[in-house]
Structure formats: structure tokens, C-alpha cells
């Protein structure tokens, strides 16, 4: 089966400017969920969802993020405006119900 | 609140050596316990978790209670181990997508 995939795997762009992620999860996988690693720190739990649902957003830093997932298919994650503490690499998983996540490789994002 | 520790950032073995990586947890209540690796240019995947009681590419995890411990080990090291390797845990049952990890543990085995 196809993995998650995420796209960009790499942005770099201004401060103050907008970066959108996207990620495609694993077909029949209603669970997706995006964390994040910023250099020097743990990977950290940003979102749920549960197909087009938002089913925990505890994670996200503020509101310049914001995801979505319109039809529960694939998510976008936006990033608007980019601060300098917004670098780090991206990662989005899916899952099935009480299964294991499965990640994508990442977009690493660096804001300057 | 819920916290994973791995003391170690680096940890470096010879080939045929026993290697553990460390892992400490807290969490009020009963939690589950996985163990996550990232070879080079690969994505983050599961290695194992406690509810699994198994043992893949010969690396074994035992939860201790009394300890608060997840220590993740393999009796004989190979070089294809070398990898970041996070402890992770979440709260039993459905709230299985809501990861704490630890920092990772950077391990290379040497030839």
C-alpha cells in the first residue's frame, strides 16, 4: 500500500510569509493527525482528526496554524503569517481505529 | 502531566554488543508504551509496543511499573540498527494518537 505522504519535503520562506503543507494519508484511514519537532525538542501532538472532523487541536501553538481537511481525504496545514520559531519538521500520520500511526517522512520547513 | 525522558542523545556500541536504550515515563494512570525508529532518510515507524509482548529484529521492551521504565534492548547490536530511536507513550485505549515522545536517542553501531 501507498505510505502518507506529505508534500513539500522542504519549504523555506520569509518571515511573515505563508506556507501551506499538505498531506495525503493512507486510503481508509479516518484518523490523521499532524505533529511537529522543533530543533532541540520533542515531537509534539498538534491535531486530530477524525475524517473531515477536528476531534482534538490541543497542540497547535496559536491561531497563524490552520488545518484542514476537507471530504477526509487529504489535510492541509497552513501556516500564516511564519515566525522564525515556526522551523522544524512537520510530520502527519494516519491511522486506523486503536491502530498503530503510520507517518509520513516530513516537511521540514525553515522560516528566515 | 505526562512526560518520556530518554537520557541519552548519543549512544554509540560495537557490533555483537548488547545495547539498551533508556526510557522513563510519568503519567497519572495506566499508560501504553511504544518504541518508534527513524532510520536515515526513512520515515518515522513503529518498532514495537508493550501491549505486543514481542520481539522485532531482536529488540525487546519490557514496561516496569515500579520503575516507570520502557528500556529497549537487543542482546547482540548489528549495524543496521544504527538509528534515532524515540519512546513514546499515550493514554490506554483509544487515545492512542495523542503521542508523547521522548527526545530520541541517536544509536550507532560500529563496525
Known amino acids: 500500500e501507498a505510505g502518507v505522504t506529505q508534500f513539500p519535503s522542504h519549504s523555506v520562506i520569509e518571515k511573515g510569509q505563508t506556507v501551506t503543507l499538505r498531506c495525503d494519508p493512507i486510503?481508509?484511514?479516518?484518523?490523521l493527525y499532524w505533529y511537529r519537532r522543533v530543533m532541540g525538542k520533542e515531537i509534539k501532538f498538534l491535531l486530530h482528526?477524525?475524517?473531515?472532523?477536528?476531534?482534538?487541536e490541543s497542540g497547535m501553538p496559536n491561531n497563524r496554524f490552520l488545518a484542514e481537511r476537507t471530504g477526509g481525504t487529504y489535510s492541509t496545514l497552513k501556516v500564516q503569517p511564519a515566525e522564525l520559531e515556526d522551523s522544524g519538521v512537520y510530520f502527519c500520520?494516519?491511522?486506523?481505529?486503536?491502530?498503530?500511526?503510520?507517518f509520513g517522512n516530513g516537511t521540514r520547513l525553515t522560516v528566515t | 502531566a505526562q512526560r518520556v525522558t530518554q537520557p541519552e542523545k548519543l549512544l554509540s556500541v560495537f557490533k555483537g554488543a548488547p545495547v539498551e536504550l533508556k526510557c522513563n515515563y510519568s503519567?497519572?494512570?495506566?499508560?501504553?508504551l511504544f518504541w518508534y525508529v527513524q532510520y536515515s532518510r526513512q520515515r518515522l515507524q513503529l518498532l514495537l509496543r508493550?501491549?505486543s509482548r514481542e520481539s522485532i529484529k531482536g529488540f525487546t521492551a519490557d514496561l516496569n511499573k515500579g520503575e516507570t521504565s520502557f528500556h529497549l534492548k537487543k542482546p547482540f547490536a548489528q549495524e543496521e540498527d544504527s538509528a534515532m530511536y524515540y519512546c513514546?507513550?499515550?493514554?490506554?485505549?483509544?487515545?492512542?494518537?495523542?503521542?508523547?515522545f521522548g527526545k530520541g536517542t541517536l544509536l550507532t553501531v560500529n563496525p
Open positions: 486510503s481508509g484511514h479516518d484518523n
Open positions: 513514546a507513550l499515550s493514554g490506554w485505549g483509544g487515545s492512542n494518537y495523542k503521542l508523547t
Open positions: 500520520a494516519s491511522s486506523q481505529i486503536n491502530s498503530p500511526l503510520h
Open positions: 482528526f477524525v475524517k473531515e472532523s477536528k476531534q482534538d
Open positions: 503519567y497519572s494512570g495506566s499508560p501504553e
Open positions: 508493550h501491549i
